[in-house]
């Protein structure tokens, strides 16, 4: 009887289930955390019941995958709500003007999500360019790449080629994107380094350092061509010219 008992217990835990709620403006999220649970109950159930060895570099390659969709989800909900749905705004004193609504795309380190956000032009404009508020707000790099995301991908190009960045973050199953991608970026987060530089130095110069009391240091620098040196001489071979007098 105890037997049967733990095995009604076993089976009814194994058919529990959680139920989560969550806000309508939270749907890709909840869609992708229950694809993440259905799969993640999946392999559970497949590693207890098979004695075999596991191919689990597989399974980290499924999980990375469903994690980086939870991620993204995360990303897109998050921006929606930076989406501003007023006919005006005003960016750095300037009135803009609602014309249209467009798909804007963001790119985070898991993916890119895209969704409708308005694009406005400045007021008394009638062909000139859009900018997209979301962005604007966000600090967004180039064409809708994350302030984190930019910045992760343009330290990878420093460290080797872009080929390389491309490369390593495959293993990493982080930023899945194209090698010309990481080339744009890198290049991006540059221009903005060459146009904030001259503050960037200001701020990280050695006239900002404090030199702690009672240090000492000496430097010195010697150049060959400039500073004679005086080396042995290679003895000539054969008797000497003493020797031969």
């Known amino acids: 009887m105890q037997t049967v008992s733990a095995e009604r217990r076993s089976r009814s835990v194994a058919a529990a289930k959680i139920v989560v709620n969550g806000p309508a403006n939270l749907k890709p999220l909840l869609e992708s955390v229950r694809r993440l649970l259905k ?9 207890s019941h098979d004695g075999r060895t596991i191919d689990y570099g597989k399974i980290e390659d499924e999980i ?13 909900c998050t921006l929606k709500a930076a989406v501003m749905d ?12 609602r014309v249209a609504e467009g ?7 898991t993916g890119p999500c895209s969704f409708p956000r308005p694009l406005y032009r ?13 962005g ?3 600090g967004a790099i180039g064409d809708g790449w994350l302030p984190r995301t930019a ?8 460290q080797g080629t872009s080929r390389e960045a491309v490369e390593a973050t495959k293993l990493l199953a982080r930023l899945p994107y194209s090698r010309a991608s ?29 030199i702690p009391r009672g240090a000492a240091s000496i430097s010195v620098s010697l150049d060959r061509a400039a500073v004679p040196m005086e080396e042995p001489a290679q003895r000539p071979r054969g008797p000497t010219a003493q020797g031969r007098a």
């Open 39 to 47: 799969r993640t109950a999946k392999v559970a159930a497949d590693v």
């Open 64 to 76: 990375a995958e469903l994690v980086a969709e939870v991620e993204t989800a995360v990303h897109e």
């Open 86 to 97: 007023a006919p005006r705004v005003v960016v750095q004193g300037n009135e803009y003007a």
């Open 103 to 109: 798909v804007g795309t963001y790119r985070s380190m």
């Open 122 to 134: 400045l007021l008394g404009e009638r062909n000139g360019p859009t900018i997209d508020v979301v």
């Open 136 to 138: 604007l707000r966000i």
């Open 151 to 158: 910045q992760a991908m343009a330290y990878y190009v420093q």
């Open 182 to 210: 990481f080339e744009r970026v890198a290049h991006a987060v540059g221009e903005i380094w060459r146009q904030e530089h001259a503050d960037i130095e200001a701020i990280c110069s050695i006239g900002e350092f404090k």
